[in-house]
């Protein structure tokens, strides 16, 4: 990390400039409300909510008697693990882990399953009396 652009909240503390000057970084701050200036960052969040909405509503459709505000968390965190895992075009058809890490990491797509879908315990060692499990 060369530079860091961000708001006048944490990052102005002292010993967060103290650590910067130490690694030879700078820092710019944007305006109060101007979102538009850390424009990468927004564009992630923005595109994170709208995957985690769209998986809720799916959801909601799908099973509403299970849906609950309560699994915003859950559609985020996937949301974002699929961002994280998905091949891009404009780098190679390498995915954001592969460029992170520099290794060639390619995600196992029938280990992603649809956000909301329910699912039963098929093996009766699971089964066991009372919820308890591995018994």
Not at 5 to 28: C, M, Y
Not at 95 to 108: A, D, H, I
Request: hydrophobic share 35%; glycine share 8%; with cysteine.
């Amino acid at each position: 990390m060369k530079h860091y652009h961000a708001d006048k909240g944490r990052f102005a503390e002292t010993l967060f400039l103290g650590d910067i000057q130490s690694k030879n970084q700078s820092i710019s701050y944007c305006g109060v409300g101007a979102h538009f200036q850390n424009g990468i960052a927004e564009k992630r969040i923005r595109d994170l909510q709208e995957s985690a909405r769209t998986m809720m509503i799916h959801a909601a459709h799908k099973w509403p008697e299970a849906h609950s505000v309560a699994l915003w968390p859950y559609a985020i965190r996937l949301a974002n693990e699929i961002l994280n895992c998905t091949p891009r075009t404009d780098r190679n058809q390498s995915s954001p882990v592969e460029g992170f890490s520099r290794t060639r990491v390619r995600p196992k797509v029938k280990n992603f399953h649809h956000f909301g879908c329910p699912v039963y315990v098929l093996s009766p060692r699971l089964q066991t009396a009372g919820g308890a499990v591995g018994k």
